[in-house]
């Protein structure tokens, strides 16, 4: 099983580019790295995922090494919206679905 | 299009009680799944179902009972609320394995006294 280990806050002000990483040091061969926003007293939401090297779309970058054993999410140019918990998962093919406690980021303007 | 919903969204109930929440999903996904979330806890996985009549316990099963005659729905029951299931419960479904996008409900914020 996977774990995960992401900072526990971060802060950051509107129109900066925001990293957080995730660690997943047990990571297996055939597991995706799926990132998920969660503003308060809503439901998480996808945002990006990816299996190696970058991925990008609208929202976010994706940034894996080689060994696969971290990732980043990168925000560009955040915005007080962007105010949120984010969290790392991978290893989903389990039936354990872990979360973790994710990163709580902070925007000011 | 509906999407996925939860109801109630809020609900106070006392111990010892059953409670029942539903969840409704409109995209004809294949799995669903049951999360509670707590401070300092994150989302943590109560039970899911990879179709219907197929269900599956999660990391935190106890005291919780599940069932999926239909597709579309899979109600949550908690047989005898204890102050320790207090949680906000959000309901999630994807169209195919565990590796795809998961979509979430608003959540249920059930209080136990």
């Known amino acids: 099983l996977a774990k995960t280990t992401q900072p526990i806050s971060m802060d950051s002000y509107e129109g900066q580019e925001v990293n957080i990483t995730c660690s997943h040091n047990?990571?297996?061969?055939?597991?995706?790295i799926t990132w998920y926003q969660q503003f308060p007293s809503q439901g998480p939401r996808f945002i990006i995922q990816?299996?190696?090297t970058k991925v990008t779309n609208e929202v976010a970058s994706l940034f894996i090494p080689a060994d696969r054993k971290s990732s980043t999410l990168s925000l560009p140019r955040v915005s007080l919206s962007d105010t949120a918990v984010y969290y790392c998962?991978?290893?989903?093919?389990?039936?354990?679905?872990?979360f973790g406690t994710g990163t709580r980021l902070q925007v000011f303007p | 299009d509906a999407g996925i919903t939860q109801s109630p969204r809020y609900k106070i109930t006392e111990t010892g009680r059953q409670v029942t929440l539903m969840c409704h999903q409109t995209?004809?996904?294949?799995?669903m799944f049951w999360y509670r979330q707590d401070l300092g806890h994150g989302l943590r996985l109560i039970y899911y179902s990879a179709a219907a009549d197929i269900t599956d316990k999660g990391e935190v099963p106890d005291g919780y009972v599940v069932s999926r005659s239909k597709t579309e729905n899979f109600p949550l029951t908690l047989e005898s609320a204890t102050r320790s299931q207090t949680s906000v419960y959000f309901c999630?479904?994807?169209?195919?394995?565990?590796?795809?996008?998961?979509?979430f409900g608003p959540g249920t914020r059930l209080l136990v006294l």
């Open positions: 995209w004809s996904h294949s799995y």
């Open positions: 998962l991978v290893d989903p093919q389990t039936d354990k679905l872990i």
């Open positions: 047990n990571i297996a061969t055939n597991d995706y």
């Open positions: 999630a479904s994807t169209r195919g394995g565990y590796q795809e996008t998961q979509y």
């Open positions: 990816g299996y190696k």
